[in-house]
């Protein structure tokens, strides 16, 4: 088990957030210094406020999977490691704090694994509008892989480049 308790309690927990822009920025700095990734899992909106958030559940992006409802005919691959490291976050008065925290990982946490998650390897609309000419008009994958690096500097894999290829040539309805 690796755990980065002591950073967080450092970087986030002792802290209150006066916004969820603050908090969300807070956030992305300490996931790029532990190379830890947390994705939201839930949340309750509130109503014409700068906290946004009533509530929020972050939680590792290796978390368990919800069990799906298929019935078992397409095999999907999936790399979670079901890591159980997540937090809590409520509103309380004008503030967004911390209320529980659990960050113990049962993966391995270094910046190779980082960088090559999904969520860092996805590119941004101008990135992908930048480089539409490229996917749409079939240049290799090996092209495509060594542009998106030394361009966005981004490792993508040869099914994220299926992925981005069949989004972008599904056939857009004409506007009416």
Not at 74 to 94: E, I, K, L, W
Not at 96 to 110: C, G, Y
């Amino acid at each position: 088990m690796i755990s980065v308790a002591a950073d967080f309690r450092r970087d986030i927990q002792s802290r209150k957030f006066s916004s969820y822009l603050e908090l969300k920025e807070a956030l992305d700095a300490f996931m790029k210094k532990t190379c830890t990734n947390y994705v939201v899992r839930g949340s309750a909106h509130k109503k014409h406020s700068k906290l946004q958030y009533n509530r929020l559940v972050y939680m590792c992006d290796q978390y368990p999977r919800r069990r799906s409802v298929s019935k078992g005919l397409r095999r999907v691959n999936s790399q979670t490691t079901d890591c159980t490291s997540r937090f809590y976050v409520h509103a309380h008065m004008r503030w967004l704090i911390v209320t529980s925290a659990e960050m113990e990982h049962n993966h391995p946490l270094n910046e190779s694994v980082y960088q090559n998650s999904r969520a860092k390897r996805r590119l941004t609309a101008d990135e992908l509008e930048e480089s539409k000419a490229l996917f749409v008009n079939g240049c290799s994958n090996d092209k495509l892989k060594q542009y998106a690096l030394e361009r966005f500097g981004k490792q993508l894999t040869t099914h994220d480049i299926w992925n981005i290829r069949s989004r972008l040539t599904t056939i857009q309805p004409p506007d009416t």
